[in-house]
């Protein structure tokens, strides 16, 4: 884990507030990384990415991808309208271009994870995409992979193996983004509860700026902190929570609850509005369909959250594999880039994480990872159908 003092001068994403300097070190003890690294590469990776066609015209299909490829897609878990919204986004970007794609969920079991990474180089799968999962776990299965030429790109992991493609939603701003936003509106001080849970690469990654956030505003208190991955954990945190209010029945004995994942903030926002508490206001992270439909419900205390589109995560990390497959370089780590959405941005009449660019600036859609000859494979797929 990073050192929390060491952190607070190299986290450079735009927070002036913070002092010291850092190290990281991901959850499995993998080399450190610094965050301003992570943004640098980032940055690197969007002036990499070539425009989608030169001179107005598509560029020629690379050879390796004259025909359709198999895809293994492998997931630690698949949870919540996240998970689902994500695997759409993978699996449309997969048939835009003609391959084939197939899902292998783990249900949160990282021996079963290696297994299938196993089972993908026996399948003689094209590229292989690893959606969350450890180093410490998926190492060795992946080497044999890229031994054998099989491109890999990971999604919230913490491999760094040469020839892997790791991206992310930055999680060190996905977190600043939202627990900034609860601080100034609870003007630097109050009672808050954290849910978060350990034992993820992006969770781990989110505690280090929870840390750094105590330190800076040692005015709001942490009353109660919970949570764990379930195969419904929206309903456990929803009766965890419950628990909690019961506890602490006053008003003013809890002002905010820092949810760490969307399925945490949906559980703890019910809790909330059953019992009425409509003076506690939510804070989280991630965004799908459904969290926009809680979030817009007549008072719904799902105040804030940041967020990236998990359909394009998806897409993104397809892209990445087609141009490891057509020989192409790509960058050791990409980090797509977070939003603030605010409850009070958004219409009064219900809508779909499709039309939140029209009040999120930016959010949607990104020129990361394509490729002059993408447009040429989609027309190829287009007249084959």
């Given amino acids: 884990m990073w050192k929390a003092k060491q952190f607070l001068i190299s986290f450079t994403l735009g927070i002036t507030l913070l002092a010291g300097c850092t190290n990281e070190q991901d959850a499995a003890g993998s080399s450190s990384k610094s965050a301003s690294t992570q943004a640098a590469a980032s940055e690197t990776a969007e002036k990499k990415t070539p425009s989608s066609t030169q001179g107005g015209e598509a560029a020629e299909i690379p050879e390796a991808l004259q025909k359709p490829v198999k895809i293994a897609a492998i997931m630690q878990m698949s949870i919540g309208t ?34 299938y990474v196993e089972n993908a180089i026996t399948q003689n799968a ?30 919230d992991n913490d491999l760094t193996l040469d020839g892997v493609t790791v991206i992310d939603q930055d999680d060190y701003s996905l977190a600043w983004k939202s627990l900034k936003t609860l601080a100034e509106d609870l003007n630097g001080e109050g009672n808050i509860v954290t849910v978060w849970v350990g034992g993820f690469t992006p969770m781990e990654r989110r505690h280090v700026i ?9 005015d709001i208190k942490e009353i109660a902190k919970f949570g764990a991955a379930s195969s419904n954990t929206a309903l456990d945190t929803q009766t965890q929570m419950e628990a909690i209010l019961k506890k602490h029945p006053n008003k ?14 949906k559980g703890a926002s019910r809790a909330i509005q059953q019992a009425g508490r409509d003076e506690i206001k939510v804070y989280g992270i991630d965004l799908s369909d459904e969290d926009l439909e809680l979030m817009q419900q007549e008072g719904s205390p799902w105040e804030a959250t940041a967020a990236t589109d998990p359909a394009e995560v998806g897409r993104v990390q397809v892209r990445f594999a087609y141009q490891k497959i057509a020989g192409e370089e790509t960058p050791n ?20 994480m499709d ?31």
């Fill in 252 to 265: 003013g004995d809890i002002d905010a609850v820092f949810a760490t994942w969307d399925e945490f903030a």
């Fill in 126 to 155: 094209d590229a292989i995409l690893i959606d969350h999962g450890r180093a410490d776990a998926l190492r060795v299965p992946v080497e044999k992979a890229l031994a054998k030429g099989i491109p890999v790109v990971a999604f």
């Fill in 210 to 218: 929870y840390d750094a956030f105590k330190q800076r505003y040692p």
């Fill in 82 to 115: 996240f998970s689902s919204q994500y695997i759409s986004g993978l699996k449309e970007q997969v048939e835009t271009f003609g391959g084939e794609v197939q899902i292998y969920n783990a249900d949160n079991d990282l021996s079963k994870m290696a297994t």
């Fill in 333 to 352: 780590i990409f980090s797509l880039e977070p939003h603030l959405v605010r409850a009070s941005s958004l219409p009064e009449e219900p809508i779909k």
């Fill in 355 to 385: 039309s939140l660019t029209d009040h999120v600036p930016n959010w949607g859609t990104s020129s990361v990872a394509v490729s002059p000859w993408m447009k040429a494979l989609e027309e190829k797929e287009k007249e084959q159908k």
